[in-house]
């Protein structure tokens, strides 16, 4: 599904990633763990096109979208969330996943302004489309409220339902459980699997660990910009280097 | 006949290079320390030949009395904008701190225009006016009060951000605005600072040029956007690099004016703006990359 | 939907109705001028409160639609149906060119670039005066005419232009709330998401950047063509900021408000008639007293204030 081979990006002088290698299964979660500072969302800005790095390939079900820019990989079905969550918070809830929809609809400009029939019948198939994504997530009861007055939860509900209305086919999620309490942390649980219920194949950041070893079916763990073991998490578990690094044992 | 006409050119361009200078100083002071781009900072300008205008005729002061008055009352407006727009947005998005800006330029301008008229004034230089020759050329005594302070104001310039506390401070500031007030920096003086040192500024360019070229309520606008274009040409430095830039760009304006076409001499600093911003958006000298593109 | 369709007919019903309620030529340009300027403000908003991008040049625009009708239908004798829209063409042709480099800018930087721009195309209109007329302007611009009405009188005027500056808001009422408004609004509050969701943000603000100037242009050939004389004047910088203080009144994002803002800003300077001179002081201070006491605009400020009263939900749509 999502391969990334011998990523290096430089800042300045300094490694940030040093030849970093591994692959996502097609229907998987995948998680990437690491210490703080490991290049874990810098490695994240790269896949999705933010970043463009100094040196390595990404490919894409087999297409090489090494710097593509975001827009293009969300029309390739790769979609992603922020840390700290990216909301058009003058716009209402519907309309922000209303906009989710944008690469899978197509009126343009003229089309729009002029209320061409097949661009009012398209904007009652965005509508009713985003809607169906608020109801998936259990938030289509806040639909018309201003997206900058929901609770950082909420919030973070808002942004997955405005991923997925893109019909994306792999999602990358960056710390998608930071800022929630435990009770949303097992809610979101439960919605990452059944997005890959879906058949979308599942990426995240995340540092809650317990999250992470009770939903990923692979894990890859980073430390200081270089790839340190990939496994399931039982494996992951048991891998004398993570245990070391996470524990601060020197070399 | 035609270097001599050349080397003319090339230093009233000079002198008002040092205008452009002064002024793009001012707008770089405040744009390190704040992020704000001052719309205002030309009306500093006008301020400072007009305030300086009232001063030698209904206070009848001597001109060395008239100059410091004119600037402290412009640096007052400086103050009382920083204040009154400024301080108290609830929103400072850049879009309305460029509202706010205008804004204040306008209604500053408007003012001006209530108390002094529209009327063109004239003010007297500051030791007569027998041309001096240089080569086949000749020069004012002005020009040379004009080269004379702004070598002095960019000296006290480095003084200051170098060897002061406050300074140094201000300079931190224009690094990094949030670490500057972890380490304890009050950044909100700073910001107050840094409009009062660059209205000031801007008030002695608009001294030492209005017995040149004269001055009205409105001479603000062109000096502030060219004041602009310098500090721009500079990559926003508030020293040599914005200096060299108001330079090139005064004697590009004034060959331009004389050889080419005088009526589109306004228009060379906007080409040169719109080229610098396009292609080089971190100035000729610059290298870094920076948030403005 | 139905409710904002009812509101726009509401409005042109009452627009339509005005002559009979104004008369005198006197009023009747006064509200042609508003009707240009509603267009203009518009144009404006369309990239300022939508997109989110600054312009302090879109009088030069506007300028351009104005002297390329001007030019085209006066040297060269060319219909001034046939005028518009070429004026158009290359106005927007000329935008969309300027828009790729120009909207690299963000913030204080795009203000003095296209501030900058403005300048240039006005210095252009006094400069190149074999084309223009220069300073002293461009007169016996020919009137339009459709059949054997031509629009020569303020009344006949007013109907023309208040005709096309409805269908531009209806224009623009339908953009906002449409897959491209969204998109646009979208890039306005966090570009970066935008773009992940597949919104190609460079191209939207260039093609929105492009068609604010036609709007202007349009404006601009309708101006030339009822007033039958331009001069350089009308196109300025100063211009360029009361457009900006039109929409800033009116509020960013309302297109209703920018009916409003244009509405206020030409009828000012008549009620001020005689105390002239304080209009400048007037702009400066509505700017400033608007951005920090109002910085939603009048018609969010005033529907806020009655909801504060009437009790209703909240509102959170788009007008």
Not at chain 1, 167 to 176: A, F, K, S, V, Y
Not at chain 2, 169 to 184: D, E
Not at chain 3, 41 to 63: D, E, P
Not at chain 3, 85 to 112: C, D, E, Q, S
Request: with cysteine; glycine share 12%; hydrophobic share 50%.
């Amino acid at each position: 599904m999502l391969e990334v081979s011998g990523i290096i990006q430089i800042f300045g002088g300094v490694t940030a990633l040093d030849a970093v290698s591994f692959s996502v299964a097609k229907g998987d979660i995948t998680g990437v763990i690491g210490p703080n500072g490991a290049g874990k969302t810098t490695l994240f800005n790269i896949i999705s096109g933010i970043y463009r790095q100094t040196a390595g390939t990404v490919l894409l079900e087999g297409k090489n979208v090494t710097g593509f820019p975001p827009e293009r990989l969300a029309r390739l079905a790769m979609v992603r969330t922020f840390q700290n969550i990216e909301l058009f918070g003058g716009m209402t809830v519907l309309e922000n996943v209303m906009v989710g929809m944008h690469t899978k609809s197509s009126s343009g400009l003229l089309a729009c302004a002029l209320k061409i029939p097949w661009s009012v019948s398209e904007e009652r198939r965005i509508r009713e489309g985003a809607a169906k994504w608020l109801e998936f997530t259990g938030i289509l009861d806040l639909s018309d409220h201003a997206a900058d007055s929901l609770s950082f939860g909420k919030g973070r509900l808002l942004e997955i339902a405005r991923a997925l209305a893109a019909l994306p086919r792999i999602i990358l999620m960056d710390e998608p459980a930071a800022g929630l309490n435990s009770q949303e942390t097992l809610a979101l649980a439960q919605l990452i699997k059944r997005i890959r219920d879906l058949g979308i194949t599942v990426v995240l950041v995340e540092h809650d660990m317990e999250l992470v070893m009770d939903i990923c079916d692979r894990i890859v763990v980073l430390n200081l910009g270089r790839k340190l073991a990939e496994g399931t998490p039982r494996e992951i578990q048991e891998s004398p280097e993570v245990i070391a690094a996470y524990l601060g044992d020197d070399d | 006949m035609q270097f001599d006409q050349i080397l003319q050119y090339t230093l009233s361009g000079l002198s008002t290079g040092a205008i452009y200078a002064l002024i793009g100083i001012g707008f770089s002071i405040i744009y390190n320390a704040t992020g704000i781009i001052n719309f205002a900072q030309g009306e500093f300008v006008m301020l400072g030949g007009l305030f300086t205008l009232s001063c030698l005729e209904f206070l009848k002061l001597p001109l060395w009395a008239a100059i410091p008055c004119a600037i402290a009352a412009s640096t007052l407006v400086g103050i009382l904008f920083e204040r009154l727009a400024i301080r108290p947005l609830k929103q400072p998005t850049p879009i309305n701190l460029v509202i706010i800006t205008i804004g204040g330029s306008i209604l500053i301008r408007g003012i001006a225009m209530l108390v002094w008229g529209k009327d063109t004034h004239s003010v007297p230089p500051f030791s007569g006016d027998t041309p001096i020759a240089i080569g086949g050329a000749t020069i004012l005594p002005q020009h040379l009060w004009i080269f004379a302070i702004t070598l002095i104001i960019i000296f006290l310039n480095k003084v200051y951000f170098y060897h002061t506390i406050s300074g140094k401070a201000m300079r931190a500031c224009s690094y990094n605005r949030r670490a500057a007030g972890l380490v304890g920096i009050d950044v909100r003086r700073m910001v107050l600072f840094s409009f009062i040192i660059s209205s000031a500024m801007g008030a002695v360019a608009g001294i030492i040029i209005a017995p040149l070229t004269m001055t009205a309520y409105d001479v603000g606008v062109m000096l502030g956007l060219k004041g602009f274009c310098a500090a721009i040409i500079g990559g926003m430095s508030s020293g040599l690099s914005t200096v060299i830039g108001g330079l090139i760009l005064g004697v590009l304006e004034s060959l331009g004016a004389g050889l080419i076409s005088s009526g589109y001499k306004d228009a060379i600093a906007f080409i040169i703006l719109l080229l610098i911003l396009f292609i080089r958006p971190q100035g000729l000298f610059g290298k870094s990359n920076s948030e403005r593109v | 939907m139905k409710r904002d369709l009812l509101l726009f007919a509401g409005f042109s019903l009452l627009v339509m109705m005005a002559p009979q309620f104004f008369r005198g030529s006197y009023l009747m340009n006064v509200l042609v001028f508003v009707g240009i300027n509603t267009m203009l403000a518009i144009a404006l908003n369309l990239l300022l409160g939508y997109a989110g991008q600054i312009s302090l040049g879109h009088a030069g625009f506007f300028g351009l639609g104005a002297y390329v009708s001007g030019i085209m239908t006066t040297t060269f004798s060319v219909n001034p149906w046939v005028a518009m829209p070429v004026a158009a063409i290359v106005v927007g042709g000329l935008a969309f060119l300027i828009g790729f480099p120009i909207l690299k800018l963000k913030g204080h930087y795009l203000a003095m670039a296209t501030l900058g721009l403005g300048i240039i195309f006005y210095i252009t209109f006094n400069e190149t005066y074999e084309w223009t007329g220069g300073p002293s302007g461009l007169s016996e611009i020919p009137n339009l005419q459709v059949g054997g009405i031509i629009f020569n009188s303020d009344v006949k005027n007013f109907y023309l232009i208040w005709g096309v500056t409805l269908a531009v808001m209806l224009f623009a009422l339908n953009l906002a709330n449409s897959r491209v408004g969204r998109a646009l609004r979208a890039v306005h509050d966090s570009e970066i998401a935008a773009q992940v969701l597949g919104v190609n943000a460079r191209l939207l603000k260039v093609q929105i950047f492009a068609l604010s100037a036609i709007i202007c242009s349009l404006a601009g050939s309708l101006y030339a063509h009822t007033m039958t004389f331009i001069s350089p004047t009308s196109f300025g910088f100063n211009f360029s900021i009361e457009l900006l203080t039109m929409v800033v009144i009116g509020g960013l994002g309302s297109i209703y408000g920018s009916f409003l803002g244009a509405a206020l800003l030409t009828l000012l300077p008549e009620i001020l008639r005689g105390a002239n001179d304080y209009d400048i002081v007037i702009y400066g201070g509505l700017l400033v007293v608007m951005v920090m006491y109002m910085p939603g605009g009048l018609v969010r400020g005033i529907s806020a204030l009655y909801r504060k009263f009437v009790k209703q939900k909240p509102e959170t749509g788009h007008a």
